[in-house]
Structure formats: C-alpha cells, structure tokens
C-alpha cells in the first residue's frame, strides 16, 4: 500500500520543516515547495504527465507566498485534469476580512482556511482528514456516472411510415 501524499507551500523555514516533521510522523509523503513559482511548474509537470509519484490528495496553501500566491496556486490546481479532485487548505498568519476570505476561497474553490498557529498536532490530523473526507465525497457527488453496459441487446425501432392525410378538401380544391 502507498503512503497518502500531502502537498505544502509555506515559506516560513520554521512552520515547512514542522509540518513535514508531522507528515512523517503521520506516515504521509510529503511534497515541499517554499515558493508559488516552483509548485506551479511541479503542477505544469504532472500535467504532461512527467511525475510519476503519488499525487497529493491534500494542499495546504499559504497565502502569501513569493512569485505565485497561494491563491493562485490552488486556483491552477482546480484547472488541472490531475490535481483538481486534491483538497485544498489556505494557511495565513494574516488576518483577512470577511471579503478576502471570500475571495480567495472562490478563487480556489478550497476547502477550508486556517490560521496560524496551526492547531496541536491531534486536533489537526482530525480537521484536515475531515477536510480530506469532505472534499472525496463532494468529488464523488459531482461525478457523472458512466452507464452500465447493457446485456439486453438494442431493439430496432419499426420503421418510419408517413401518416396517412385525413384532411378535408378545401373549398378551392373542389372547384
């Protein structure tokens, strides 16, 4: 069985080596980026199918970040045919408005933002498997199913035949 893979992009020295700490801990892969440039061309990568490893099933995002925002990293994992089903967790020592909030979750379409501090390490495991939980069974919910193949072979339809005229003469015609 393979690890669960986890992505972060955080540029604090202190909180990256933390929350890789507790991956391992975890017993989850992690996948680092200190800044939104090199997790967009890691995205760019696995869309042209040039990584092979586990991809994450969670991102956790801070949002402010240098070259690419976190933002906007989470909104280029949404337009990704490979990352788009990954849930999606805005981190920020910045408090936002109400209105930023708002706007960065929809850019993303995430899941959850959290403040630092973090949570102790229990009390975040529990919050983002849930996070994790959540955004499967969305995911399951918006899938479309593929229909069933059919044993009863297909009828063929009876063929067309026009309906026969049961209008009356117009007067003109009788002339």
Known sequence: ????????VEDEPDIYDVLLAMFEI???????FVDGAEAVSW???VDQNAISAELPELALLDTRVPEVTGPAI????????RLRDSAIVFITAYRLTPQEEDAIMKQAQADALM??????????????NAIISARKAK???NAVPTPAPSSVPPVNPAPSVPP??????TPA???
């Not at 975890?26 to 680092?32: K, Y």
């Not at 026969?164 to 003469?169: K, L, Q």
């Open 139 to 141: 995911n399951a919910a």
């Open 115 to 128: 403040y630092k501090p973090l949570p102790a390490m229990p009390e975040l495991r529990a919050k983002l």
């Open 173 to 175: 015609a009788q002339e």
């Open 164 to 169: 026969a005229s049961t209008s009356a003469p």
């Open 74 to 81: 989470g909104e280029r994992m949404r337009k990704s045919p």
């Open 1 to 8: 069985m393979t690890l669960p893979t986890w992505m972060v």
């Open 26 to 32: 975890w017993g989850i892969e992690g996948v680092a």
């Open 43 to 45: 995205i760019e990568e």
